[in-house]
């Protein structure tokens, strides 16, 4: 896959269908990512910027939230099954992104995987918790959130797209 896929490829089959690695790197400098496959890309307050939906029992948002920046990276369909276990496997119980075969670098202090065919490295703007009274469709609540565990919604700009 080019480089420049997020202009060759639809945005919403790369992240809904293919989804795509959250990474961070904690104060200690520990690394972990998770699978996501809720979010998206556009313009706001005038900079190209990220957003994406982690849950409060995600091992990865207490890195998200530690560090200044993220990635996004994507892969190309032969890794599915990578994405699939990163999403399924908590790094609290193992080493997930040791055992997934994929390799960790760093961009700044970012961290990146080599095998991906796009990555965005992203510095945070805004957190905030989905809130159940802003629900306009409220038939979401009950069909995404049966334990009331709402995302909160991180928007980040888009620093490098590599």
Request: charged share 30%; net charge neutral.
């Amino acid at each position: 896959m080019d480089k420049n896929v997020m202009t060759e490829e639809n945005v919403f089959s790369l992240i809904g269908d293919r989804w795509m690695l959250v990474a961070a790197t904690d104060k200690s400098g520990k690394t972990n990512a998770m699978t996501a496959s809720w979010g998206g890309v556009g313009v706001l307050w005038g900079k190209k910027v990220a957003f994406v939906f982690i849950r409060p029992q995600r091992y990865t948002k207490k890195f998200v939230d530690e560090a200044e920046r993220f990635s996004l990276s994507f892969f190309d369909d032969s890794f599915k099954k990578t994405l699939g276990y990163m999403g399924k496997v908590s790094g609290r119980d193992e080493d997930k992104i040791a055992k997934s075969g994929l390799t960790l670098s760093d961009i700044n202090g970012v961290p990146v995987f080599k095998e991906a065919s796009l990555t965005l490295v992203c510095r945070k703007l805004y957190r905030q918790t989905l809130e159940e009274k802003c629900f306009l469709e409220t038939d979401n609540i009950d069909k995404w959130y049966p334990q009331r565990d709402y995302h909160d919604v991180y928007v980040a700009e888009i620093e490098q797209q590599i």
